[in-house]
């Protein structure tokens, strides 16, 4: 099994700014492929950005531009950097890892998720 535990999550103002962590165990996580949701009260979670092993990124076209996905395979942690963030970015954001079939712990892994809102 794959843990997988969000932080970062806090209350700020409209334009601000803010960075997730994600931590995710596991001695193979650099093959895995990672992702950030979000689901917002009384919507269907949707996802907002993902990184393959290859470094290949997916953005939603509502963040584009203003958030940046990244990882750092050394510390086991991807990261979500959040800017200009506006009201509609308020939600509960999900980590998401998925291990390649293959191995040992192959499967689709989900954090509890961090409250994001934005309000002045």
């Known amino acids: 099994q794959v843990q997988v535990v969000e932080s970062g999550g806090d209350l700020v103002q409209p334009g601000g700014s803010l960075r997730l962590s994600c931590a995710a165990s596991g001695s193979i996580f650099s093959i895995y492929t990672m992702a950030w949701y979000r689901q917002a009260p009384g919507k269907q979670r949707e996802l907002v950005a993902a990184?393959?092993?290859?470094?290949?990124?997916d953005y939603s076209d509502s963040v584009k531009g203003r958030f940046t996905i990244s990882r750092d395979n050394n510390k086991n942690t991807m990261y979500l950097q959040m800017n200009n963030l506006k009201p509609e970015d308020t939600a509960v954001y999900y980590c998401?890892?998925?291990?390649?079939?293959?191995?040992?712990?192959?499967?689709?892994?989900w954090g509890q998720g961090t409250q994001v809102t934005v309000s002045s």
């Open positions: 990184m393959d092993r290859r470094g290949r990124i």
């Open positions: 998401n890892a998925v291990v390649p079939l293959g191995t040992a712990v192959a499967g689709d892994y």
